[in-house]
Nanobody
Framework: QVQFVESGGGVVQPGGSLRLSCEAS????????MGWYRQAAGKQRELVGS???????WYADSVKGRFTISGDNAKNTIYLQMNSLKPEDTAVYFC?????????WGQGTQVTVSS
């Protein structure tokens, strides 16, 4: 079983920045890539971006150029640097493997972009 703990969310004004962290524990050897996901109120969870163990990244078009994923393999931790935040980025942000492991979703961390 793999567990993920997200942190770093908060309230920020449009145009601001936040950095989220995700620490993973458990059977990490099974994971080739980790992803950041988000779920806005009343919407389905969506993949925001991902990073492989080799450092290759992928981003959704909606965040490309504004969000950056990085990782520290030694710490089993990935980060999501979010810049130029928009109100539509408001959501609960989760991390998990890519594809997501059922039963391993954490509590997430709330990001609210509002003036």
């Amino acid at each position: 079983q793999v567990q993920f703990v997200e942190s770093g969310g908060g309230v920020v004004q449009p145009g601001g920045s936040l950095r989220l962290s995700c620490e993973a524990s458990g059977m990490m050897f099974r994971i080739a890539a980790m992803g950041w996901y988000r779920q806005a109120a009343g919407k389905q969870r969506e993949l925001v971006g991902s990073i492989t163990s080799g450092g290759s990244t992928w981003y959704a078009d909606s965040v490309k150029g504004r969000f950056t994923i990085s990782g520290d393999n030694a710490k089993n931790t990935i980060y999501l640097q979010m810049n130029s935040l928009k109100p539509e980025d408001t959501a609960v942000y989760f991390c998990n493997a890519r594809p997501g492991i059922p039963g391993s979703w954490g509590q997430g961390t709330q990001v609210t972009v509002s003036s």
